[in-house]
C-alpha cells in the first residue's frame, strides 16, 4: 500500500497529533491547512500555530486557497437555507465538500494516496460485505461520526482518522510531551464562521439585507404579535419570542413567503414520523425493506430507535417514541449499534 497522506491541519490539538500519530506509523507525511475566511478555520492564528507543529515534526507544509469554495459549497447554501426556513448544518457541506472533497483532490495532485483529520471516528474495511465502514469513535462523548455520514465508500478508503481509538485527555497528553504550540488550545465551538452564534446577524452582514419583521401567528392563523425576522427562530425555542400569552408558546413552524412564525403549545411539536431525503449509505448498497436502527436527529441529539422503510423519495423513518421539535435541514443519520448505516437531510416530520 501507499502509506503517503495529506493531513488536515487545522492549527488545533487534534489535527496536530493525528499527524504525529501518522509519522509514528511509517507514513510519508504532508500538511495543509485550508484558508477559509479571516474569522473562520484557517485564520492566521491557525496558520501559524499549525505551520509551527509541521515545523516541528519536519514535515512539508502549505496552505490551501479555498477561500471561493467555502462561500460558493458552505456559506451561501447555509444562507439560502436559513433564508428558505430551514435550519443547515453547516459542518456537514464543509466535510462533504472541502475537507474530503478539494482536500483529497489536492492530496490526489500531489501523489499522495490518503488524507487524515482530527476528527474522532473509526474507519474498518468489512472482508464479508466488501464495503468501507464508518464507526463510532471509542471516546463517545468525542464521537463525531455524524458529520461524517455523507462520506463515499471511495472518500472513506483513503481517509484516516487516527484519533478513533484515543481519548481526548490522552490527545492533550500527547502534544504537551510533544511540546505543541497548541497543546492546550481550546476545542473549536459552535459555527466556525459564526463565532458569537448570532447567525442571524451573520446572515445580514453577508447579504446586506435587513431582516424584514412580520407577524407571530397562534395555531388559529390570529396575530399574536410581531417578530424580528422570521430567520432569527428555529423549531422549538421559547426565549427571545417577547409574546405575553398567559402560557408558554414555542415556535411551531415558519411561512417563508408569508414571513409568519406560527406558535403554540409544547405538545405540537412532537411528532412520530420523519422524511429524510438526500440519502447516503455506508454499511449498505441501498435500503431495500424496513430496517430498524438508532437514529440521531441532530449533533446533540440521543440516539433513538425507529425503523426507517424506503419510499420513492427518500426514507420514511417511524420512531418508536415521539420526537421533540425535528427540524427540516437537519441530517438524520442511522446506526446499527457502533456503525453509521447511513443519513441523509430532514425534509418533513408528522
Not at 516541528?56 to 467555502?70: A, M, S
Not at 510533544?178 to 453577508?206: E, L, M, T
Not at 409568519?260 to 449498505?284: H, K, Q
Not at 436502527?293 to 420512531?319: C, D, M, N, T, Y
Request: include cysteine; aromatic fraction near 8%.
Amino acid at each position: 500500500m501507499n502509506k503517503s497522506v495529506l493531513i488536515a491541519m487545522s492549527g488545533g490539538v487534534d489535527s496536530s497529533v493525528a499527524a504525529w500519530l501518522l509519522m509514528q506509523e511509517g507514513w510519508l507525511c504532508q500538511g495543509a491547512v485550508m484558508r477559509l475566511l479571516p474569522d473562520a478555520c484557517g485564520s492566521q492564528k491557525d496558520v501559524q500555530d499549525a505551520g509551527q507543529v509541521a515545523a516541528l515534526l519536519g514535515i512539508p507544509f502549505e496552505v490551501l486557497p479555498f477561500q471561493d469554495n467555502f462561500r460558493k459549497d458552505v456559506i451561501d447554501p447555509f444562507v439560502r437555507a436559513y433564508q428558505e426556513g430551514r435550519t443547515p448544518n453547516p459542518c456537514l457541506e464543509c466535510n462533504r465538500c472541502l475537507k474530503f472533497g478539494r482536500f483529497l483532490h489536492a492530496a490526489e495532485d500531489r501523489g499522495l494516496h490518503s488524507v487524515a483529520t482530527g476528527h474522532y471516528a473509526r474507519v474498518e474495511f468489512d472482508s464479508v460485505r466488501g464495503r468501507w465502514l464508518l464507526k463510532k469513535a471509542l471516546d463517545l462523548p468525542k464521537d463525531q461520526s455524524y458529520f461524517l455520514y455523507s462520506l463515499s465508500q471511495y472518500q472513506l478508503g483513503r481517509t484516516l482518522f487516527p484519533l478513533g481509538a484515543l481519548t481526548k485527555q490522552q490527545v492533550r497528553e500527547i502534544a504537551e510531551q510533544q511540546g505543541f504550540v497548541n497543546a492546550g488550545k481550546h476545542d473549536s465551538q459552535d459555527i466556525c464562521f459564526v463565532p458569537d452564534g448570532d447567525y442571524a446577524g451573520f446572515i445580514q452582514r453577508w447579504t446586506g439585507a435587513p431582516l424584514v419583521p412580520g407577524d407571530f401567528l397562534d395555531l388559529n392563523g390570529q396575530i399574536v404579535g410581531r417578530h424580528r425576522g422570521a430567520v432569527r427562530y428555529t423549531l422549538g425555542q421559547r426565549k427571545g419570542l417577547g409574546l405575553a400569552m398567559g402560557a408558554p408558546v414555542y415556535v411551531c413552524g415558519k411561512d417563508m413567503g408569508a414571513n409568519t412564525v406560527t406558535v403554540g403549545p409544547e405538545d405540537v411539536l412532537f411528532s412520530r414520523r420523519v422524511r429524510v431525503e438526500n440519502l447516503n449509505w455506508i454499511a449498505i448498497e441501498n435500503l431495500s425493506g424496513p430496517l430498524r436502527v438508532k437514529v440521531k436527529l441532530r449533533s446533540r441529539h440521543l440516539e433513538q430507535w425507529a425503523v426507517i422503510q424506503p419510499e420513492e423519495h427518500g426514507v420514511l423513518a417511524v420512531f418508536d417514541e415521539l420526537q421533540r421539535a425535528v427540524t427540516p435541514g437537519q441530517a438524520a443519520v442511522f446506526y446499527d449499534g457502533d456503525s453509521v448505516v447511513g443519513g441523509g437531510t430532514i425534509v418533513a416530520a408528522e
